[in-house]
């Protein structure tokens, strides 16, 4: 991959323009990693929520699979950057709702959510930036709400100038970075393990957590 430099004020608006143009490409890219352990991660979270939960869904892109499966059962509000993938998200999800908004500025009352989930969508946000994050995400959750994340592994932090058709910034810190910046933010992990899966071209690996507020 090729990587330029970016200044933060430009990744927000690459990362928009770049679904707005690649939203179908994704998903169809996406729906072709026959081992993506997403499906497994959110039974896992399934598995631990009462019917009806309050679940708040960052970078939801189109809304599937994870906010379909997840909308089943519960109360999701889904936000992303990008208008095509809030458009995508909206029918495709008719049951759940949408907005199109950044994740690092939502207003969100704190202990008001059961669950906060981000597949795939932390690693477009400048990696400076991700503590902050974790830290208003830990307190927005309600005692024993949980947060599932597939965050990048790999490090990198730039501009590749061609991802799937369209300039795409990625930013991330290597898994054991991550869970220090998860634990000082005040949760606890559950869950802490990178996973490698087989995109079509070649094996990435993402770390996945599930956590939860430490000592509430
Ligand atoms: C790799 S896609 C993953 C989409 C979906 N979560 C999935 O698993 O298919 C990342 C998504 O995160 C969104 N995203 C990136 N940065 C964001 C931000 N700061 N606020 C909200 N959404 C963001 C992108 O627009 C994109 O739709």
Partial sequence: MRYRPVVVEDARQIVAAGYDVIAQEYLDWSARIQDDPRSR?????????????????LG????????????????VFGVDLSAKQVELARLAVPGARFAQADMTDLDVPPASLDAVTAFYSILHVPRAEQPALYARIASW????????????????N????????????????????NSVLLRQAGLRLLVDEPVTMHEPEGPATFHWVLATPAGR
């Fill in 41 to 57: 991660f959110v039974d896992l979270l399934l598995a631990r929520l009462s019917p009806g939960s309050e679940i708040l869904e």
């Fill in 60 to 75: 939801c892109g189109a809304g599937v699979p994870c906010t379909a499966k997840l909308a089943q059962r519960h109360r």
């Fill in 141 to 156: 959750l309600r005692p024993g709400g949980l947060f599932l994340a597939a965050l990048g592994a790999s490090g990198n």
């Fill in 158 to 177: 730039g501009v590749d100038a061609d991802w799937l058709g369209a300039p795409m910034f990625f930013s991330s810190h290597p898994p054991a970075r």
